[in-house]
T-cell receptor, first 112, second 113 residues
Framework: GEDVEQSLFLSVREGDSSVINCTYT??????LYWYKQEPGAGLQLLTY?????DMKQDQRLTVLLNKKDKHLSLRIADTQTGDSAIYFC????????????FGKGTKLSVIP | DTEVTQTPKHLVMGMTNKKSLKCEQH?????MYWYKQKAKKPPELMFV???????INESVPSRFSPECPNSSLLNLHLHALQPEDSALYLC????????????FGPGTRLLVL
C-alpha cells in the first residue's frame, strides 16, 4: 500500500537553512506536494514538483526529488520565525486517485 | 485567485444539535473535498464530490451528511455528533480530474459538548 513518512520535529536557528525530508512508496503520483499549516489554520499549498523533475526552486524554497530512492526534500533558505509551522508531504494514492496521502507532518521550530 | 472559504470559523454544538458547515470556491473547480483533522495528525479524507456527484465516501458515519448544491458550494450537515467528532474540518477543491492539485480552506474548528 501507499505510505508517506516524515520526521516529526526540526529545530533551526533564524537565518539558517531548514531541510525537511519525506519518503514515499507509491511511484504513480503525478505530483508530490508540500503543504504548510500554521497553528489554528488550514493547509496552505507551499509548492509541488512534477514526478519527472529532479529539482524545483521557488524563491527561498528548493524541492529535490530522488525517484530511485523515493525521497523528497524541502529546503527553506534563510529560515524566518514566520516559517514556524507543520509541513506535510503528500502524494496521490495511485493513478486515477482523488485521495491524497499525507505524511504525519514535520513541526518546524525556528529559534530567534 | 486560489481561495476556498469556509464558514463558520468556529462552532460549538451539543450532541442533540443539527448544524451545517459551508464551503465555497470560485475557481471553477469541479472536485470538492471534506477532510477531518484531529490535533497533531494529518488530515483524513471524508468525502469527495466530482462534478457534483459523490464519488468517495470513506466509511464516514451517517451523522455526517455531505451535500453539493452546485459546483461552487459544498455543505456538511451535522446531526447527533459525539464528543470524539470534535476536530478541524477542512474543505478543499481541485480542477476536477484525478490527481489535480488540491487547495484548502481555513477550516472550521468544531467542538461537540
Amino acid at each position: 500500500g501507499e505510505d508517506v513518512e516524515q520526521s516529526l520535529f526540526l529545530s533551526v536557528r533564524e537565518g539558517d537553512s531548514s531541510v525537511i525530508n519525506c519518503t514515499y512508496t507509491d511511484s504513480s503520483s503525478t505530483y508530490l506536494y508540500w503543504y504548510k499549516q500554521e497553528p489554528g489554520a488550514g493547509l496552505q499549498l507551499l509548492t509541488y514538483i512534477f514526478s519527472n523533475m529532479d529539482m524545483k526552486q521557488d524563491q527561498r524554497l528548493t524541492v529535490l526529488l530522488n525517484k530511485k530512492d523515493k525521497h523528497l526534500s524541502l529546503r527553506i533558505a534563510d529560515t524566518q520565525t514566520g516559517d514556524s509551522a507543520i509541513y506535510f508531504c503528500a502524494q496521490y494514492s495511485g493513478a486515477g486517485s482523488y485521495q491524497l496521502t499525507f505524511g504525519k507532518g514535520t513541526k518546524l521550530s525556528v529559534i530567534p | 485567485d486560489t481561495e476556498v472559504t469556509q464558514t463558520p470559523k468556529h462552532l460549538v454544538m451539543g450532541m442533540t444539535n443539527k448544524k451545517s458547515l459551508k464551503c465555497e470556491q470560485h475557481m471553477g473547480h469541479r472536485a470538492m473535498y471534506w477532510y477531518k483533522q484531529k490535533a497533531k495528525k494529518p488530515p483524513e479524507l471524508m468525502f469527495v464530490y466530482s462534478y457534483e456527484k459523490l464519488s468517495i465516501n470513506e466509511s464516514v458515519p451517517s451523522r455526517f451528511s455531505p451535500e453539493c448544491p452546485n459546483s461552487s458550494l459544498l455543505n456538511l450537515h451535522l446531526h447527533a455528533l459525539q464528543p470524539e467528532d470534535s476536530a478541524l474540518y477542512l474543505c478543499a477543491s481541485s480542477q476536477g480530474s484525478s490527481q489535480d492539485t488540491q487547495y484548502f480552506g481555513p477550516g472550521t474548528r468544531l467542538l461537540v459538548l
